[in-house]
């Protein structure tokens, strides 16, 4: 299957061309100097990224999606090209990281109003704000919880409490449910749609799952490495909400083998 051109209508059934860009990443590469030398992580990569997409980055391990991601959220500077961020730019965005990089000696809660305290923003008033989030992803009663004392599920939980808290406008995930037991993951991938559905952010999501990225994504968009490049960008047109059960269907499997031999076929020229 040919990678399905970019339709009229996206999966939420609004006209593409209405939505305007959220992000603008145009040409852009990075290289690393290490002791070894000069590593190139991404050699140049453009893409639009729409208001209100979902969109998901799926490469092999060391392609550079966090690199993408983190240049994204201005943590670390492209060596070229340029990154254009709209709406509230940088205050507008949340990040979830590789690892939940929770503070262990700050409670739960503590933890969510993070960002808060960051910003210098009052966070008594980000209270309630903070209690609802954790009760919508069932972390009700653990509040007062030190991270180690839960599991790693409930810790991805709160790091998405966290990320969503000062209600951005773009929400960046890297890997968030990565170490997660495939029951989890799947609980966390229908709460991730339901708020999504709900709240229309913009979202950029890493992941190596096919499943994962078919399931939650607009578009999901193929990297290779060495350098990181984008080697194909996949639009997923099925209607929200979206059930576990869609993955079993014909057409998801059309979707998940195109993606599975894209990778295969990079996969393999990096190999000879
Ligand atoms: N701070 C750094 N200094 C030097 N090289 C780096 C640095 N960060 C990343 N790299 C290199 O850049 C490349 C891309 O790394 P990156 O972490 O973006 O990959 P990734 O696609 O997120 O991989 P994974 O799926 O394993 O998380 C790798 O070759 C990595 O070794
Ligand atoms: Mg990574």
Not at 90 to 105: K, M, T, Y
Not at 199 to 217: N, P
Request: proline share 5%; charged share 30%.
């Amino acid at each position: 299957m040919a990678p399905a051109a970019l339709s009229k209508t996206s999966a939420s059934g609004e006209p593409e061309t209405a939505r305007s860009p959220a992000i603008e990443i145009d040409a852009v590469g990075k290289i690393y100097e290490s002791s070894d030398g000069a590593v190139t992580a991404l050699g140049s990569v453009s893409i639009d990224i729409r208001e209100g997409e979902f969109i998901s980055l799926l490469g092999p391990s060391g392609c550079g999606k966090t690199t993408l991601l983190r240049m994204i959220a201005d943590l670390e500077k492209p060596t070229s090209g340029s990154i254009r961020l709209h709406g509230r730019g940088l205050d507008g965005l949340g990040f979830v990281f590789q690892r939940d990089v929770l503070v262990n000696w700050r409670t739960v809660l503590d933890n969510v109003l993070l960002p808060i305290d960051f910003k210098n923003k009052k966070p008594k008033a980000y209270r309630d704000k903070a209690m609802q989030l954790l009760a919508t992803f069932g972390l009700k009663g653990f509040e007062n919880k030190r991270p180690w004392e839960l599991s790693g599920g409930m810790r991805q939980r709160a790091a998405i409490c966290r990320a969503l808290i000062d209600d951005p406008q773009l929400l960046l995930m890297d890997e968030p449910f990565g170490a997660l037991d495939a029951l989890t993951r799947d609980e966390l991938n229908v709460e991730l749609q339901a708020l999504w559905q709900r709240t229309r952010k913009t979202a950029v999501f890493v992941t190596h799952s096919i499943t994962e990225a078919v399931f939650l994504s607009d578009r999901v968009v193929v990297i290779s490495d060495k350098p990181g490049r984008i080697v194909d960008i996949l639009e997923i047109d099925y209607p929200r909400p979206r059930s576990l059960n869609i993955r079993e269907e014909p057409k998801f499997s059309r979707y998940s083998r195109h993606l599975r031999e894209v990778l295969d076929r990079h996969d393999a020229a990096r190999k000879v």
